[in-house]
Protein backbone atom coordinates (compact mmCIF):
# COMPACT_ATOMS: atom_id res chain seq x y z
CA UNK A 1 0.00 0.00 0.00
CA UNK A 2 2.99 2.45 -0.14
CA UNK A 3 2.54 5.03 -2.46
CA UNK A 4 -1.74 4.65 -1.89
CA UNK A 5 -3.50 7.33 -0.80
CA UNK A 6 -7.04 6.69 0.62
CA UNK A 7 -10.17 9.14 1.22
CA UNK A 8 -13.34 8.77 2.28
CA UNK A 9 -15.72 9.58 -0.68
CA UNK A 10 -19.03 8.47 0.79
CA UNK A 11 -20.62 8.17 4.18
CA UNK A 12 -19.89 4.78 6.23
CA UNK A 13 -23.11 2.39 6.46
CA UNK A 14 -24.33 -0.69 7.12
CA UNK A 15 -23.51 -3.65 5.19
CA UNK A 16 -26.40 -5.25 3.72
CA UNK A 17 -27.94 -8.38 2.89
CA UNK A 18 -30.43 -8.72 -0.26
CA UNK A 19 -33.41 -8.12 2.06
CA UNK A 20 -31.67 -4.90 3.39
CA UNK A 21 -30.91 -6.28 6.67
CA UNK A 22 -26.98 -5.40 8.13
CA UNK A 23 -24.83 -8.25 7.51
CA UNK A 24 -22.94 -9.59 10.81
CA UNK A 25 -19.60 -11.67 10.42
CA UNK A 26 -20.30 -14.79 10.93
CA UNK A 27 -17.88 -15.83 13.81
CA UNK A 28 -18.47 -13.04 16.18
CA UNK A 29 -21.84 -12.02 15.42
CA UNK A 30 -19.98 -8.20 15.03
CA UNK A 31 -21.82 -5.78 12.65
CA UNK A 32 -20.13 -5.44 9.31
CA UNK A 33 -19.50 -1.78 8.05
CA UNK A 34 -18.96 -0.39 4.25
CA UNK A 35 -16.77 2.37 3.80
CA UNK A 36 -16.17 3.40 0.18
CA UNK A 37 -12.86 5.49 -0.28
CA UNK A 38 -10.70 6.95 -3.48
CA UNK A 39 -7.36 5.38 -3.73
CA UNK A 40 -4.78 7.43 -5.53
CA UNK A 41 -1.62 6.44 -6.95
CA UNK A 42 1.00 7.43 -9.64
CA UNK A 43 -1.07 5.77 -12.39
CA UNK A 44 -4.37 6.76 -11.06
CA UNK A 45 -7.75 6.59 -9.15
CA UNK A 46 -10.21 3.86 -8.02
CA UNK A 47 -12.86 3.75 -6.02
CA UNK A 48 -13.23 1.27 -4.04
CA UNK A 49 -15.64 -0.05 -1.17
CA UNK A 50 -13.69 -1.65 2.04
CA UNK A 51 -15.30 -3.91 4.95
CA UNK A 52 -15.04 -3.73 8.53
CA UNK A 53 -16.19 -5.17 11.79
CA UNK A 54 -17.47 -4.11 14.84
CA UNK A 55 -18.37 -0.53 15.98
CA UNK A 56 -19.00 1.96 13.03
CA UNK A 57 -15.79 3.52 11.59
CA UNK A 58 -15.86 6.69 12.83
CA UNK A 59 -15.06 8.84 9.08
CA UNK A 60 -16.77 11.09 7.04
CA UNK A 61 -16.28 11.99 3.58
CA UNK A 62 -13.06 14.24 2.51
CA UNK A 63 -11.44 12.17 5.33
CA UNK A 64 -8.01 11.17 4.55
CA UNK A 65 -7.52 7.79 6.23
CA UNK A 66 -4.88 4.84 6.48
CA UNK A 67 -6.36 1.37 6.28
CA UNK A 68 -5.05 -1.35 8.68
CA UNK A 69 -4.53 -5.13 7.30
CA UNK A 70 -6.57 -4.59 3.83
CA UNK A 71 -7.11 -7.82 2.25
CA UNK A 72 -8.41 -8.33 -1.28
CA UNK A 73 -10.96 -11.23 -1.84
CA UNK A 74 -12.00 -12.39 -5.60
CA UNK A 75 -14.96 -13.85 -5.91
CA UNK A 76 -17.37 -15.17 -8.47
CA UNK A 77 -21.22 -16.08 -8.38
CA UNK A 78 -23.63 -16.71 -10.91
CA UNK A 79 -21.01 -15.58 -13.62
CA UNK A 80 -20.28 -12.42 -11.92
CA UNK A 81 -17.30 -12.08 -9.97
CA UNK A 82 -14.87 -9.29 -8.73
CA UNK A 83 -13.16 -8.07 -5.82
CA UNK A 84 -14.12 -7.51 -2.25
CA UNK A 85 -11.98 -5.55 0.12
CA UNK A 86 -11.81 -6.16 4.12
CA UNK A 87 -9.62 -4.60 6.14
CA UNK A 88 -9.42 -5.05 10.12
CA UNK A 89 -10.00 -1.25 10.59
CA UNK A 90 -9.67 2.74 9.59
CA UNK A 91 -7.50 5.58 11.02
CA UNK A 92 -8.16 8.91 10.40
CA UNK A 93 -4.95 10.49 9.05
CA UNK A 94 -4.36 11.77 12.64
CA UNK A 95 -4.41 8.00 13.78
CA UNK A 96 -7.25 8.14 16.20
CA UNK A 97 -8.88 4.63 15.63
CA UNK A 98 -11.87 4.50 13.28
CA UNK A 99 -12.79 0.92 13.79
CA UNK A 100 -13.16 -1.32 16.89
CA UNK A 101 -10.57 -4.57 16.82
CA UNK A 102 -12.15 -8.09 17.66
Do not use: H, Y
Not at 32 to 40: D, G, H, K, R
Not at 64 to 72: F, G, P, R, S
Not at 79 to 95: E, P, V, Y
Amino acid sequence: MTGKRFTVSQEVGPKKDQNGNQRNEKDTGRPLWSTQVFVLDASGGDVITITTAGEKPNVKVGDVIAVEQLEAIPWATNGRNGTAFRALGLKTASGSVASAKA
